[in-house]
């Protein structure tokens, strides 16, 4: 932690250097010592907010060499989540007191992305977000089976994670005592998204030897003895068959004989005791810009109307026999579009991923060292998950994964598996997830944070990339591209439509089903995100276009200097901010390049 000292410090140290009498500074010098000390003084600000982080999640703090975390789960007590808030309400004020103006430039944007993350976790306790730990999609029970992905190379390794299948009965404890709080509070998701959310659930409850929790068990190192790997396996089995397994029996009869019977009915976040205002505050959060749920709203209709008239080209261009709704019909129910086994799925989206790969050379200078693989999205939550998403690596010694939906899979048309993997894997997430981190000047504060407007407006941008780099090979996948795309406009038009406009979630469904080519499976899915997710599906469309429209300026201010891969190096150069912080690293790039033009 840097020493903060201030200005009459310097003062007397500079009277001290061997001179007869006091040397005074001139102004130039007392500037510096200012800055200085308010560049100390956010250092130490980081290096707090950092700590509190680790010492909220215990794997992070284990990934970051902190062995003494390494067999906990995060600690969710009120008394310990108040405290958490008091210190985040601190650090706030704290850097609030700040005159960021005397900040380095590379400082003032570290304060604002500190502000970001300190108001979003104040925001979100205010609001009680943690009265409602789950979505639509899956939950708290879910997520934290991913304890079973890290290092298992020591006994230690081993015997810290028991420690933390030891730790699952408290940890289920206070996730179930604030789902206990949000019924009494009126903050529940929905009943109606809930509907079959009990099969995520079930699907832990499965005999010891196939359970997700016994998987590390099943392929120990090489160099332990038999003694050592029947002695781990005897007590996994016991924890597992005593406490792990009854753990899920009961929060399946609490959701399915408490919690959803007692969910809200109504369906727009206006509902929720704060109203408007937490809606207003998670488009915000979710998008980085100043624009109005009406704003949005109006921004997606036209963005609906300009996708919808590129799609019909295509339906032109095919010269299907029918209207434009009998066209979608038929690519939801034509076999030739659909995989026949999950392996022949997962297969076609390596493949399309290792031709992604290949196209990255050309635009982008600088590429990410960590690997990435392909993989089925977890049997336990897929029949409610999206078709897709990016799984990140939870330390250095993990790729990251592309997770595919092998669930139904006559509702995971091929047609769309080209815009998917480009969003997902490369140049994607996986890419821009990689490069972040790996960006070693960064504080980790910003190296492992992720503002959704930047990484789901890059994903989005990754898959209209596709189109110059040749990648979509047929007017099936283009039109697979197209629906991608005009999926994340009507996102726009339904979320602020179901939560502050007064659409049912049937109106919902109806809008997306006719304007995409979305399975109706995935429509009905994506509807229960946006509802139980409010403001997180605005993020795609709107990065997008802020992206979009920043290369454009570049291009017409650089002309035929203008180059891609600087483009896109200075887009990921300093990993995921805000909108307003990205509109400045491009403007940077112009001023840069324009001045060794003139050379």
């Not at 409850?205 to 997700?212: A, G, N, Y």
């Not at 040749?470 to 009507?490: I, V």
């Not at 409010?534 to 290369?551: C, D, F, M, N, V």
């Amino acid at each position: 932690m840097l020493k903060r000292l201030t200005p009459l410090f310097f003062i007397a140290l500079w009277g001290c250097q061997g001179a007869s009498t006091p040397v005074a500074m001139d102004k130039a010098q007392a500037d510096n010592v200012i800055k200085s000390s308010q560049d100390n003084k956010l250092q130490n600000i980081i290096a707090n907010a950092w700590q509190l982080q680790l010492e909220k999640d215990p794997q992070l703090a284990a990934a970051f060499g902190d062995n003494s975390q390494a067999g906990k789960l995060a600690d969710l007590s009120p008394a310990t989540l108040a405290s958490h808030n008091q210190r985040t309400q601190a650090l706030a004020q704290q850097l609030a007191l700040l005159d960021t103006s005397l900040l380095s430039k590379t400082n003032r944007t570290n304060a604002l992305i500190l502000k970001y993350q300190l108001d979003n976790d104040i925001d979100l306790y205010h609001f009680h977000d943690h009265y409602q730990p789950l979505t639509a999609e899956s939950g708290f029970h879910a997520d934290i089976s991913a304890i079973t992905r890290g290092r298992f190379d020591s006994m230690q390794d081993y015997r810290d994670y028991l420690s933390r299948l030891n730790a699952l009965p408290k940890y289920f404890a206070q996730q179930t005592y604030w789902l206990k709080k949000g019924i009494k509070s009126g903050i529940t998701q929905p009943k109606v998204v809930l509907e079959g959310f009990e099969h995520s659930i079930s699907a832990f409850i499965v005999p010891v030897e196939q359970s997700v929790y016994y998987q590390p068990f099943k392929d120990f190192p090489a160099h332990f003895t038999q003694a050592e790997k029947n002695t781990l396996i005897t007590e996994a089995s016991q924890t597992i068959s005593t406490k792990v397994l009854p753990l899920y029996q009961d929060f399946y009869r609490f959701m399915t004989e408490s919690y959803i019977p007692q969910a809200r009915r109504d369906i727009a976040a206006s509902s929720l005791p704060f109203g408007n205002a937490f809606y207003n505050n998670r488009l915000k959060h979710y998008t980085t810009v100043d624009m109005s749920a009406d704003e949005v709203h109006a921004l997606g209709l036209s963005e609906v109307k300009r996708i919808r008239s590129q799609m019909q080209q295509i339906v032109k261009q095919l010269e299907f026999k029918g209207n434009f709704a009998d066209f979608l019909h038929f690519l939801r129910t034509d076999p030739q579009f659909y995989a026949k086994t999950p392996k022949a799925l997962l297969k076609e989206a390596a493949y399309l991923a290792k031709q992604a790969d290949a196209i990255l050379p050309k635009y982008f200078g600088k590429l990410p060292r960590s690997p990435y693989g392909v993989q089925a999205v977890p049997a336990e939550i897929a029949p409610k998950y999206t078709t897709g998403r990016y799984s990140g690596a939870n330390s250095d010694y993990e790729p990251g994964y592309y997770w595919v939906n092998t669930y139904a899979l006559e509702t995971r048309p091929l047609y769309e598996l080209p815009a998917l993997t480009l969003h997902e894997a490369v140049p994607g997430h996986h890419l821009q997830i990689s490069l972040n981190k790996e960006i070693s000047d960064l504080p980790n504060f910003r190296r492992y944070s992720y503002i959704s407007a930047f990484g789901e407006g890059w994903g989005l941008y990754s898959e209209y990339l596709g189109i110059e780099a040749g990648y979509y090979q047929d007017p099936y996948s283009q039109f697979g591209r197209l629906t991608y795309e005009m999926w994340r406009a009507a996102r726009l038009v339904v979320d602020t439509g179901m939560h502050v406009k007064g659409w049912s979630r049937q109106q919902a469904i109806d809008f997306m089903a006719s304007n995409t080519a979305l399975s109706l499976h995935n429509v009905t899915t994506e509807i229960d995100r946006y509802i139980s997710w409010p403001g997180q599906a605005l993020s795609y469309k709107i990065g997008e276009l802020t992206i979009k429209r920043l290369r454009a300026k570049a291009e017409q201010a650089l002309g035929e200097q203008f180059d891609i891969r600087q483009f896109h190096d200075a887009v990921l150069a300093q990993g995921s901010v805000p909108m307003s912080v990205l509109e400045q690293q491009i403007d940077e790039l112009i001023q840069t390049t324009q001045a060794k033009m003139k050379k």
